[in-house]
Structures are given as structure tokens and as C-alpha cells.
């Protein structure tokens, strides 16, 4: 098993531009998550879907933040347009989830510096 | 609204010297479950053991170990002779069984730094 494999590794731009962040789950998980990690706020859980529907966005920081799971095997995560405060490591995890709770798998994480 | 509280933010030691990381949750649920992971400085998210509320029985891995005490909401984590490798940021995290969907929320992480 790959495990959960985010892209890219590292990601810098200029304020402004658009930023997408990939992801792809471990195959038999449905459930994805994405967080956002950085000194001052720590790890914040932005969005989770559940069999690829959007469960709660309500870690969003604000509109410019958008996720998408279009099919089981992959997510994005796209900031539009990104500002500096953005700048941060994204973790995308998946997980087994039903009757019981199989624990989560993270993703290695992107690192995102805007200028 | 469930909550994990890592009072220690810092946390250095000499190496070979026990130590216990301190995790204390809030939660409505009667079924949850409490995990401990491991940040090193490579910055990966490395799981380290997941307990359900109904298992008090705490557990011994090796150096590590886990103390869960559902009377006093706390799942303390003790690392025995402790080395220069354990060094690392240590997030406890709690997640609710709500049906289908699980969320996992994080403490904000004890930084434990370990001198040789």
C-alpha cells in the first residue's frame, strides 16, 4: 500500500495566484480529511467528506479556500487567490470509517509559502 | 463540542530519563476514541496507538506506554528511558464515533526535546 500521497511536496508562489493542493486516499478509505498545520494555530481540521460528499466545512477559513472530491481516489484542495497568511503545511489523511473507527492515515504534506 | 488539552508545551529531558506526556479531552460522547501521534522533525504525521472508550486497560509497547483514565478524561503517555530519537512534537487527538463520520481533533502538541 502507497499510503496517502499528496502533491506537491513543496509549493511556493506569488500573492495572488491560484494554489492547488492533490491528494489521493488510501484505496478502500472513505473518508478524507484536510488540515492545515502552522505554529500559531496548530493542527486545524479545514474539511472532511465522507464517500466523497463534503461532511463539514466549517474549518474553511473563508471563501477563497475550496476543496473538491470528485471521485474516491482523489481530492484537491485549491486557495484562490492565496495571500501569505496562507502559508503553511497542508496534511491530507484518510481513513476506514463505519461502524467502528480504524484510525487515520496522513499523507506526508505540502508545504505552502506564499510571497 | 469535544476538546484535547496538552498543557505541556515544552518538555526537555536527559536521555535515558523517563517521561510522561500529559493529554486531558472533553467530550458528550459515551464512545470515542483517543489517539497519540508522533511529529519528528521531518515533519511526517507518524500514528502511534488508537484507544476506544471502552478499553481502560492501559498498554505497554516497548519503551512507550499509556495510561487512559476515563475518571479523570486523560490518556497520559509515558516514554521509559527515553533517547535522542524520541525527539519530537507529540499531538494526543480525540475523535467522536457520530455515525458514518468520524473527525479527528488535535491538541495542540508537547515539543519534547531530548539532550543526550
Known amino acids: 500500500d502507497a499510503g496517502v500521497i499528496q502533491s506537491p511536496r513543496h509549493e511556493v508562489t506569488e500573492m495572488g495566484q491560484e494554489v492547488t493542493l492533490r491528494c489521493k486516499p488510501i484505496?478502500?478509505?472513505?473518508?478524507l480529511f484536510w488540515y492545515r498545520q502552522t505554529m500559531m494555530r496548530g493542527l486545524e481540521l479545514l474539511i472532511y467528506f465522507n464517500n466523497n460528499v463534503p461532511i463539514d466545512d466549517s474549518g474553511m477559513p473563508e471563501d477563497r479556500f475550496s476543496a473538491k472530491m470528485p471521485n474516491a481516489s482523489f481530492s484537491t484542495l485549491k486557495i484562490q487567490p492565496s495571500e501569505p497568511r496562507d502559508s503553511a503545511v497542508y496534511f491530507c489523511a484518510s481513513s476506514k470509517t463505519g461502524a467502528s473507527n480504524y484510525g487515520y492515515t496522513f499523507g506526508s504534506g505540502t508545504r505552502l509559502t506564499v510571497v | 463540542a469535544q476538546k484535547v488539552t496538552q498543557a505541556q508545551t515544552e518538555i526537555s529531558v536527559v536521555e535515558k530519563e523517563d517521561v510522561t506526556l500529559d493529554c486531558v479531552y472533553e467530550?458528550?460522547?459515551?464512545?470515542?476514541?483517543l489517539f497519540w501521534y508522533k511529529q519528528p522533525p521531518s515533519g511526517e504525521l507518524v500514528f502511534l496507538i488508537r484507544r476506544n472508550s471502552f478499553d481502560e486497560q492501559n498498554e505497554i509497547s516497548g519503551r512507550y506506554s499509556w495510561n487512559f483514565q476515563k475518571s479523570t478524561s486523560s490518556f497520559n503517555f509515558t516514554i521509559t528511558a527515553s533517547q535522542v530519537v524520541d525527539s519530537a512534537v507529540y499531538f494526543c487527538?480525540?475523535?467522536?464515533?457520530?455515525?458514518?463520520?468520524?473527525?479527528?481533533?488535535f491538541g495542540t502538541g508537547t515539543l519534547l526535546a531530548v539532550q543526550p
Open positions: 484505496s478502500g478509505h472513505n473518508s
Open positions: 487527538a480525540l475523535s467522536e464515533a457520530r455515525g458514518a463520520t468520524n473527525k479527528l481533533i
Open positions: 467530550t458528550r460522547d459515551t464512545t470515542y476514541y
